[in-house]
């Protein structure tokens, strides 16, 4: 009997692939990496409904009205998801890859579907998908590092979320849930199943998580920040020394950090000198020590402590502050901003991925294993000075602006009586402290400076920090009906793009010009003198993925369009 089940399953399997595998016909805007996966046929039954889903999802996208404002917003996530699906397809989707602190393919595709239910039905009836405020959603994502789908529970605030930039918390182990959203918070809740100890796909997904949520809501870069419980308060800790330019604040909650326990990375406690912290703890708890409060305190870190001496959150308990006296949180969150470019960066580069801290960047010379070894640099007028760097350290990369040194004067860099630099400055110098290789993880951008691009290409907001903002970008018009007009076909793109700016003319117009910019602000492609009739197509074969700015400047009004070149 089990025998005929399993081969009718089989048959079945057989036919229905068959069938899908001469049917389902990747979008245009689907990359051609991803694309030929369909050329082979499903290898499961969960791959036949991959297949179902791609199929539905890529009809119902490419009927919705790309003139409504909301579809134009919103398209390239719901195309998002769809990729996501290309890119299990196929896939052993029990593998190793997915632990058991992970949700499991299935749980990640069913949650999939239940948002693109809830997305599509929103965009076809031409209405926000974020109307109603303090939707608790639940989102996946494509971890990289993993190659794995995971899935966040997303809570919006009581308030709008598109002109201006809301703060973000995100909770590592237990969360405030509803009680944030009348404080005007976005909450994002990476629930879990267990301790996830894998740190590299851990922070892969941290990053991964917020920068999916910045392409829905409205993420004030500068106003990011963690907590979490127990081990979700360590790995607050943890993941703030290794990205100091992550969060402005963190308040882990009864944190299991102590030195006996874990003597190899206590040290960088003390590189925490750029983010305030609030240690709450109960007085009862097992694992409560003021060691933590007292030696960050020593080495100059804004850090304060609350200990909660009687009731149940005396013990080892969360319920205050995310239960109770929520302002303990909010308050201290409230009040803390971040600075990208803070005058002294101090920092441990336990491994190499970790190479950058603000606007500083080590160099290495050997970069395998546990490396260990750190660096202290300071600011001063037009003056950079290395106070210390580890005996590995062979060189540094400074990123500048005029947030930090005067960019129309000559900028020093020093080490000891050592003169390395004495120049006109730019966005980047670097100099050499002594022979041999110089190995660092290359982090060109930080996560507050994708997270700037991303307002300013999706929200159109420039702020303070603006990286796109550069001198020969025109700024975005204040005519509402001027922004975010130009047509592109298809989005994402590989490598052609075609682009239509509406109210073009042939004619001369004073100002008028089409360019197209990658989110450091650099003119990727200038495209003026090659539309006709109000259209061109640009060809991005040589550019890398990612994404980019079209701005038409015609007379004084400005359109302004985020595309994305998936290779």
Known sequence: MFFKITLTAAICLLLISALF???????????????????????????????ADIDTFQTRIAA???????????????????????????????????????????????????????????????SNPFVVPGRNMVKVYWNNVSGTLGQYTLLTPNLCLYATPNPLVISQQDDPGQNLQPEGYINLCR???????????????????????????????????????????????????????????????????????????????????????????????????????RYMLENGCPVHEFIISSGPS??????????????????????????????????????????????????????????????DVSVSGNTITIDSAGANITGFDFYLSDSLVNMGQPVVVMYGSE???????????????????????????????????????????????????????PPVSNNAQARGTITVSPNPFNPTVTLTVPGWSNAAIPGVSLKIYDLNGRCAADLTSSIVNGRVTWDALGMPSGLYVVQACIGKNVFSKAVTLLK
């Open 64 to 126: 919705l009205n790309q003139s409504n404002t909301f579809v134009q917003k919103f398209t390239a996530q719901v195309r998002e998801n769809v990729l996501h699906l290309y890119r299990e397809y196929n896939l052993n989707h029990t593998r190793s890859e997915y632990q058991s602190v992970d949700f499991t393919a299935a749980e990640c595709l069913s949650a999939l579907r239940n948002d693109m239910k809830f997305y599509l039905g929103r965009l076809q009836a031409g």
């Open 21 to 51: 595998s001469q049917t389902v016909t990747p979008a245009e805007w689907v990359p051609a990496s991803l694309a030929s996966k369909l050329q082979t046929s499903p290898a499961s039954i969960t791959d036949v409904q991959i297949l």
């Open 419 to 473: 003169t390395l630099y004495n120049s006109a400055p730019s966005a980047k110098i670097s100099v050499t402290l002594k022979a041999g290789s110089q190995q660092s993880s290359n982090i060109e951008r930080l996560l507050w400076e994708e997270l700037d691009s991303i307002q300013y290409a999706i929200f159109g907001y420039q702020s303070p920090y603006n990286i796109t903002a550069v001198e020969d970008i």
């Open 191 to 293: 629930f879990k199943k267990g301790y996830q100890f894998d740190d590299n796909k851990l922070q892969a997904a941290i990053k991964a998580m917020i920068l999916d949520v910045a392409k829905d809501v409205h993420v004030d870069p500068f106003r990011i920040y963690t907590t979490g419980f127990s081990f979700g308060a360590q790995t607050c800790l943890r993941v703030t020394w290794r990205y100091q330019d992550w969060f402005a604040a963190s308040v882990p909650v009864h944190n299991d950090l102590n030195p006996v326990n874990h003597a190899g990375m206590w040290p960088n406690l003390a590189n925490l000198i750029n983010t305030p912290t609030r240690l709450i703890h109960g007085s009862q708890d097992g694992y409560y020590t003021d060691s933590t409060y």
């Open 314 to 375: 005396a013990g080892h308990d969360p319920t205050i502050p995310f239960r109770d006296s929520l302002s303990l949180l909010v308050n201290f969150l409230d009040s803390n901003v971040l600075n990208p470019y803070p005058k002294r960066v101090k920092h441990n580069m336990e491994l190499v991925s970790y190479s950058r801290a603000f606007w500083v960047n080590g160099k290495v010379a050997n970069a395998s294993g546990i490396i260990n070894t750190g660096f």
